[in-house]
């Protein structure tokens, strides 16, 4: 299995290579265009037998993708920041028409002001038009997570378009090992797209006509039913793709020192790793923390979320993103965690206090002093009541960098 | 692992609806039955067989289209379809092809419980 | 030392390729010795332009790297100039703890350099400096649109000056073995051309 | 581009031909269009040309709304909606696909006929991005702006292509703007033809002019690469006519130099006159058939005239009436 030293949008380019997608479309918009350098480069060195489409903005650029999976092919674009937002009104369409189309996002800072850090507000704006969304954490995981969302969202259960995002600039620039599989191994794991319903003049079908009121309940059903049973498609795919590739892969979340933890973080995307030294230091001084990261927002891992915490007596989560004037009081991965815990998947016999700790805004660092402060407050709370629901990390702990 | 079957909801099979509202064509030269138009007509278009010259005007400007084309191209109406817009009349050139109220007939219509 | 932070200065755009190279040579060697490394390139110079400098960071360490999600070097220990000018203009040392390794490509001698450095309020933290004229020996400019961005790049790195300085700073550090950037550096002979005729100076 | 295996599109010579060539329908009855739609005219007359290897694209608009209500197509070929805004890069996926497929050995049949038919605001105005974007990409596909001059499916409201003069809903007349609509349309066809390299044909058509029409969408496919038709068509509704003359009036556009029938065979081609009216007549003829001028006093039919002249004179088409001062 060759290994490669690269940025997490290289790998991301590598497995959409190796899964052969036929139709790209591009528009270029920082940090993710180096996906989309690496693979028109492909194109051109014959890597690839792909059509390139440049794309008039990220509205056609999803139109695009959009288009060429109802024609029966597979996909592969991708935005950033405003990029992510500015099509908005194409996303329902393309879950709503059952297309697997698969875009990489590398999160970025909405605007205003102009500024390239990442921030997942971008994409987590989008969560609710029925994508597959998840967050990989480093370059290996953005190379997994390309081959496992085409394998789940091309699911004949499932048939949804997947959102494969990442930190900008900390996974897609920055350089890390990544276990690139071979030919023979991808396409064991994931098999040619075959669509359904294509648009196809041999047998004639009619895409997305309007319909009765009373037909609207049902036709929904179907993507809530869809994106629900994809779970059973998720740990069927993470487990096969764990033998074919020899890895060790988690489906759902990733727990750390969870078993035995009376406070935990909450924290997803790159960041949770720094988390993981500040929890190793913690715990030789006998602070009982741990940590959980989702890995799919969308389905929401509610049980496997619910149960990690259960036992926790104190909650931080870790907001990379803003939803101003949320319930919750911070961003809107709070309110994902607090629904979890307090809506009745698995019994959580007492709910932990929740706290939100703003951090990372704007593509700033999050430092183990930061992680560690963090930890302060949740042993706080885990006696009592938080003082305040919403601790802005960045501007209240400041640390020299 | 948690039991996704209790997360999904059951569609009532009256209520079934195909995954992204995909529906079948209907056949070429077919019609989409699901809605005869044919009670929207209040003028109905007559052909006077005898005076017309087959020139299949008429047939090209029907929107719907509902003029029928016989082997020997004389043309009919399909009233089933027929809105009653009067385009065929209009374009006519010799005029043999008059507008009478739908009133003065009986039958023609297919019945239905709504306009759609 | 726990980490070892390179950073390098380079020309924006021209040279852009080559400071690049730098890291990812010394990060692919040190990768081959089993040590946790850290490639990124810069953020906060981003989007470069012609003749704005840049910055291009590498950490190797023999521990795990806990904090790898930032932008730059916030206290390097070794520098690359692949202009001396960079020498006068900025403080080049900023951060940096005392021992630096400085290595500066340049046609001059030391005390040059050191002259240049004046206004440095940081010159003192020099413990060894280095200088080599790495552009009389290799391709100086190497404008790649291909490597930038968070593409993967060519096949090929250190095909210019930015193998002559990985390799200089192997031999004059000893952060990396020579033998691994030698393995690693596509422009070997340039690199062994740097690593024969490098000059240092102990401070 | 791959151009695969697909056969060529025989064209017609006359109606009396027509049955010979295109007998078939593609776009069945059965639908919710109005009474006389121009637009459903346009439809039809475009599937029936485009024939059986032929995908369609309805971008949101009365052919989308008024043909698919409810759960239902009255296509016979594949079809699917797409964004008002998006049609040209949906089109462009498709085609994409197409080739992809076919060059790899995904796909065993024919190249499709991808044709898009949107309508005026689909086409050149909040659709002009895509659209664009996609004649310059030069896909293997044809994109039919079909022009009811308003945004009809929301109740007539203007468009880029509503004539000067014209009331529409968000353009009333009144004492302080006594003409409706002050400005003048934008030219679909010419936007197209004059700026995309690769359009290789553009023209304009009408819906009375079937067979001018018919084979002006055959010589679109045919083309092998991005082409483009702006097909004038009535609309009963918007501009208040009694739905019966729905021909009449789209005549009437083409013998008062309204709407010219053209076509161009590629950027630096010359405009070809595919229709010249015998003797042309005065604008006042047409715009007296339609409620929708009914406001309008004689100096702004002279303004109309005018304007009317000067596009006509730049096509070459002798002016309808001497120019007014």
């Known amino acids: 299995m060759p290994k490669k030293f690269i940025p997490g949008l290289a790998a991301a380019a590598n497995a959409a290579v190796q899964a052969d997608v036929d139709v790209i479309s591009s528009y270029p918009i920082r940090p993710y265009t180096g996906l989309m350098i690496q693979l028109s480069q492909a194109v051109a060195n014959g890597d690839l037998d792909a059509e390139f489409v440049h794309g008039e903005g990220e509205h056609g650029q999803l139109a695009i993708v959009h288009g060429a999976s109802l024609a029966g092919a597979r996909t592969m674009t991708g935005s950033s920041g405003v990029g992510v937002t500015y099509p908005m009104e194409v996303y329902s369409p393309i879950s709503g028409d059952r297309c697997p189309v698969q875009m990489v996002i590398a999160d970025r800072t909405l605007d205003p002001p102009g500024d390239f850090g990442q921030e997942h507000t971008d994409a987590l704006s989008t969560k609710d038009q029925g994508w597959l969304l998840g967050w990989a954490s480093l370059p290996q995981e953005v190379y997994d997570n390309t081959l496992i969302y085409y394998r789940v969202g091309e699911d004949p259960k499932v048939l949804l378009p997947q959102m494969n995002c990442h930190d900008g600039y900390f996974v897609s620039h920055i350089a890390n090992w990544v276990n690139i599989g071979e030919q023979s191994q991808v396409d064991e794991f994931l098999p040619p797209y ?88 913690l715990r030789k001084e006998g602070v009982k923390i741990g940590m959980v990261r989702p890995k799919w927002i969308r389905p929401f891992p509610s049980p496997e979320v619910a149960e990690a915490l259960s036992k926790c007596k104190a909650v931080g989560v870790v907001e990379t993103n803003n939803s101003f004037g949320a319930s919750g009081y911070a961003g809107q991965l709070t309110p994902e965690v607090c629904a979890a815990l307090v809506k009745g998947a698995v019994k959580v016999d007492k709910v932990p206090q929740v706290a939100s700790f703003m951090a990372g805004l704007g593509g700033h660092p999050v430092k183990i002093e930061q992680f560690k402060f963090m930890a302060e407050i949740l042993a706080k709370g885990a006696k009592g009541q938080f003082d305040k629901p919403t601790y802005w990390v960045d501007l209240e702990c400041e640390v020299e960098m | 692992m948690f039991d996704t079957k209790k997360l999904q909801v059951p569609i009532p099979a009256h209520l079934e609806i195909p995954e992204g509202g995909v529906v079948e064509s209907p056949k070429p030269d077919g019609e989409q039955d699901q809605f005869p138009s044919g009670g929207w007509r209040i003028l109905r278009s007559v052909i006077d067989q005898e005076r017309c010259t087959k020139c299949l005007t008429c047939w090209l400007a029907c929107p719907e289209p509902c003029i029928e084309l016989a082997e020997d191209r004389s043309v009919s109406i399909d009233l089933k379809y027929c809105k009653g817009c009067g385009c065929c009349a209009n374009v006519c050139p010799v005029q043999c092809i008059s507008r009478v109220p739908e009133s003065d007939f009986k039958g023609d219509v297919e019945f239905m419980d709504e306009p759609f | 030392m726990a980490v070892n932070e390179i950073t390098t200065w380079a020309c924006g755009v021209l040279q852009d390729t080559n400071g690049r190279d730098v890291s990812k040579v010394l990060g692919a060697a040190a990768g081959k010795e089993g040590k946790d490394i850290w490639v990124i390139d810069n953020y906060a110079d981003l989007p470069d332009r012609v003749n704005v400098p840049v910055r291009k960071y590498c950490k190797i360490s023999d521990e795990p790297i806990k904090e790898k999600f930032l932008y730059e070097n916030h206290h390097p220990n070794i520098v690359v100039l692949m202009e001396d000018v960079y020498a006068k203009a900025y403080n080049i040392l900023k951060g940096a703890p005392k021992g630096v390794t400085l290595v500066v490509n340049t046609n001059k001698d030391f005390d040059f350099v050191l002259d240049m450095m004046a206004a440095n309020p940081d010159k003192g933290k020099i413990k060894k400096l280095a200088v080599v004229d790495a552009s009389s020996i290799a391709p100086g400019v190497d404008r790649d649109l291909m490597d930038i961005e968070g593409a993967e790049g060519g096949s090929q790195i250190g095909k210019g000056i930015g193998a002559c300085l990985a390799a200089v700073v192997a031999k004059v550090t000893g952060v990396v073995s020579l033998d691994n950037v030698m393995a690693v550096v596509a422009n070997k002979e340039a690199a062994k051309k740097a690593v024969d005729s490098v000059k240092v100076k102990e401070l | 581009m791959a151009k695969v295996n697909r056969p060529k599109l025989e064209l017609a010579k ?91 050995g995904k796909y065993k049949g024919d190249y499709p006929g991808i044709v898009v038919f949107a309508g005026d605001g689909g086409s050149i105005d909040i659709g002009l991005q895509a659209m664009s974007a996609a004649m310059y990409r030069d896909h293997d596909f044809l994109f039919i702006c079909y022009d009811n001059e308003a945004y009809a499916n929301t109740g007539i409201q203007t468009s880029p292509t509503t004539p000067y003069g014209a009331n529409t809903s968000f353009t009333p007349p009144g004492p302080v703007i006594p003409e409706a609509k002050k400005l003048f349309p934008k030219d679909a066809a010419k936007l197209v033809s004059e700026g995309h390299p690769s ?123 001497p120019p007014v001062a």
């Open chain 1, 194 to 281: 075959k669509a359904q319903r294509p648009l196809d003049p041999l047998r004639p079908v009619g895409h997305g006509p309007q319909i009765y009121a009373n037909q609207g309940p049902a036709l929904e059903a179907t993507r809530f039913n869809a994106i629900w049973g994809a779970r059973e498609v998720i740990q069927q795919a993470v487990k096969e793709y764990n033998e074919i590739f020899k890895r060790d892969v988690d489906p759902f979340v990733e727990l750390y020192h969870m078993d035995d933890a009376e406070i935990a973080i909450f924290i997803q995307g790159c960041h949770a790793h720094t988390c993981k030294y500040a929890i190793d230091d």
């Open chain 4, 14 to 104: 006359s109606i009396a031909k027509v049955p010979d060539v295109a007998r078939s329908e593609y776009y069945v009855k059965g639908h919710r269009t109005c009474a006389g739609c121009g637009p459903a005219i346009a439809y039809r007359l475009a599937c029936k040309a485009a024939g059986k290897n032929s995908i369609f694209f309805g971008p949101t608009g009365c052919m989308y709304v008024a043909n698919t209500s409810y759960l239902c197509v009255p296509w016979a070929v594949p079809w699917t909606h797409t964004q008002i805004t998006d049609a040209g890069a949906v089109a462009s996926g498709v085609a994409a696909a197409y080739e992809a497929m076919i060059r790899k």
């Open chain 4, 199 to 321: 359009a290789r044909f553009v023209a304009t058509a009408s819906i009375g002019y079937p067979v001018d029409y018919i084979n002006k969408v055959r010589k679109a496919l045919n083309a092998e690469g991005a082409t483009f038709l702006h097909v004038h068509a009535p609309c009963p509704k918007g501009w208040r006519f009694d739905a019966d003359k729905t021909i009449e009036i789209a005549k009437l556009a083409v013998e008062t130099g309204m709407f010219s029938l053209w076509e161009k065979e590629g950027m630096t081609a010359p405009y070809k006159i595919t229709y010249m009216p015998k003797k042309m007549k005065p604008v006042k003829e047409y715009m007296a058939l339609q409620e929708r001028f009914a406001h309008l006093k004689p100096e702004h039919i002279v303004k109309m005239q005018n304007f009317v002249n000067a596009k006509c004179a730049g096509l070459g088409i002798e002016a309808p009436t």
